[in-house]
């Protein structure tokens, strides 16, 4: 992941990428217009059908000024009449056509756009998440996708149609009168200049206006996604009062740009329109000496008021397109965004059928986010074939980093982690990755129904496999008794569930994964006694045959391992059996009596009670 590209994602990075922000940012979204060539052919079409059905009134208007108004004109105005009435038809139909086919167009782009982020974000590793809020992510996933939108849509087919319809109004203001059309081309670049100069302040308060909207979506949607405990600690006062903050700030930034904005639509409408009423005067004059005739002025004032519409709304267009490059360029920094993980060029094979083994060969690790804080210092570890682990130790001492290194989250600084005799970093992740189940300490529980989070494991399954699986995660008598069963929809992150019903589900699922090492990160941490006792049991015919690593912070759930491995400050300081760590009176040995003697204790009082 390029470090450059993560850290343009933050704020202070978002502040340097101001100065830099042009329309350039809109180019790599180029390729997502150039799929649909043939729309835009065919829009470009009705553009061009369009601006000449627009062009053509004037002519007409002149030959009526000019011939019609005499006895002897009325039928010419009959018929010119008749003709502009089906100009207005075909223009009517080509506009039609443009705007529905640029409209869709930008629909079109945003959709692909929008999947092309979201699939980029599947791809980034966890370390990329570890430093950026999720909220911001989103917001730039929709909000800035809807503002692109209206570059590709609304914006460019004003563009298109008023830069056509200038061009050719201009043409036709020289043909009709070249020495009144230089009057009007010397105003325009008094004109374009300020409204070029003003779109880069434009861009970057489009860009801050973003970045605060985005500051205020990613705070709602961890307050959203924390209502029980905010609700608990009667923090929401200070939640409303904060979120309201983020917003104010953010509708200053959008006020700021909105006035940038009027300002310059107000400078280049007066600016334009000044320009014409001063040709017009000056061409009045030159009806009154006889140079020009009165139709021919009317002509020339019309192509000059098409012309001068045509830059005025480009100007406001201009203003739109860069504040959608402001959009476009912090989509781009996501896209920018390399991840440290990825599969080489030519990737190893890992062994068929599964061995099932895994080693860590001498490994030091710090996470990138900390990486002055080392987790793990050299760590040599070898699990055989079907053998199962319990790795324990007090919290930090680096535990379910071994699980994040194993499934390949993150790569250790030095040292191999080996998988069936492979270094992990010579395979494809989702080779690596299906080969592992994974139960992780706080379950994962989407807001779906009860079987389409099973069948997260495996897609694939038949429905019978699906309910074993739940039924030897001791999930099934639970999901039976809900009002939809196996289709009940559980809410955001599982909210309708208890925590021990969430983790079976997510045990259900490690089932139905059915791969050859298991990985267990306190799966049993949220299960009452009763439950516990029906999923360790689950669990033992499900390790069979299976290599199974188990965190453990509560040693009773390790006690049948074949081996248990004693970690403190990122080094094995023990390893063997339960009985043979307790005779040996370490680290192991302390932590055993301190929970075994407060087990006792509850029960006493609990039997007191009773």
Request: no cysteine; hydrophobic share 50%.
């Amino acid at each position: 992941m390029s470090d450059a590209a993560t850290q343009a994602l933050t704020p202070e990075g978002a502040d340097a990428k101001d100065k830099k922000t042009s329309l350039r940012a809109l180019l790599p979204l180029l390729p997502y217009a150039l799929r649909y060539r043939g729309r835009i052919a065919a829009a470009l079409v009705a553009l061009v059908v369009a601006s000449l059905a627009t062009l053509v009134v004037p002519l007409a208007v002149r030959r009526m000024v000019d011939y019609g108004f005499s006895p002897e004109g009325a039928d010419l105005i009959d018929r010119y009449f008749g003709v502009m009435i089906l100009v207005v038809a075909v223009l009517a139909g080509a506009s039609a056509s443009r705007y529905y086919l640029v409209m869709t167009l930008g629909d079109r782009v945003m959709s692909d756009v929008r999947t092309a982020v979201f699939t980029h974000l599947t791809r980034l590793d966890p370390g990329f998440y570890d430093t950026v809020k999720s909220g911001e992510i989103v917001s730039r996933l929709t909000a800035d996708t809807t503002q692109i939108r209206s570059a590709f849509g609304s914006s460019a087919s004003v563009a298109l149609r008023n830069l056509v319809l200038f061009i050719g109004a201009a043409a036709m203001m020289v043909i009709t009168s070249p020495r009144l059309s230089s009057l009007v081309l010397i105003a325009i670049p008094v004109i374009v200049l300020p409204l070029v100069a003003s779109g880069r302040s434009v861009r970057r308060r489009s860009r801050l206006a973003q970045d605060r909207l985005a500051d205020a979506s990613a705070y709602a949607t961890e307050a959203i996604g924390s209502t029980r405990v905010m609700q608990a600690f009667t923090a929401e006062p200070s939640a409303v009062a904060r979120f309201s903050a983020a917003v104010e700030e953010a509708f200053e930034a959008s006020r700021a740009t909105t006035m940038a904005r009027a300002m310059l639509t107000a400078v280049a409408i007066f600016l334009i329109f000044a320009s014409v009423v001063a040709v017009l005067w000056y061409g009045a004059q030159d009806v009154l000496s006889g140079q020009i005739t009165g139709g021919r002025l009317s002509q020339f004032v019309l192509y000059a008021v098409f012309a001068a519409g045509a830059l005025g709304e480009l100007s406001q267009v201009w203003s739109e397109v860069s504040a959608a490059a402001g959009a476009a360029g912090r989509i781009a920094e996501i896209l920018a965004v390399k991840p440290r993980i990825e599969a080489p060029a030519q990737p190893l094979a890992l062994p068929e059928p599964p061995l099932g083994t895994v080693e860590f060969r001498d490994v030091r690790f710090a996470y990138p986010s900390r990486p002055d804080g080392p987790i793990l210092h050299g760590l040599h570890l070898s699990v055989a074939r079907g053998e199962r682990v319990a790795v324990v130790g007090p919290s930090g001492a680096g535990k379910s980093t071994l699980v994040q290194l194993l499934l390949r989250f993150y790569d250790p600084l030095s040292g191999d982690v080996l998988v069936d005799g492979v270094p992990i970093t010579r395979v494809d992740p989702r080779a690596l990755r299906r080969r592992m189940a994974f139960v992780p300490q706080d379950p994962v529980v989407f807001g779906a129904t009860i079987a389409e989070n099973i069948l997260y494991g495996r897609p694939d399954a038949s429905r019978a496999d699906m309910e074993r699986a739940a039924a030897l995660a001791a999930a099934d008598e639970f999901i039976r008794a809900l009002p939809q069963g196996y289709e009940t929809r559980v809410g955001e992150r599982g909210v309708t569930l208890s925590g021990g019903q969430r983790q079976r589900i997510a045990i259900a699922r490690a089932i139905l994964r059915d791969a050859p090492i298991l990985l267990l990160d306190e799966a049993t941490s949220a299960l009452d006694a009763e439950s516990e006792t029906l999923v360790q049991a689950a669990l033992d015919r499900l390790m069979e045959g299976r290599t199974t690593i188990v965190i453990a912070h509560r040693l009773a759930t390790v006690l049948k391992a074949d081996r248990i491995l004693v970690m403190d400050e990122g080094r094995i300081v023990e390893q063997g059996t339960h009985a043979e760590l307790v005779n040996a009176g370490g680290l192991y040995a302390r932590l055993a009596r301190l929970q075994f003697e407060a087990g006792a204790a509850a029960l006493s009082l609990d039997r007191a009670a009773e």
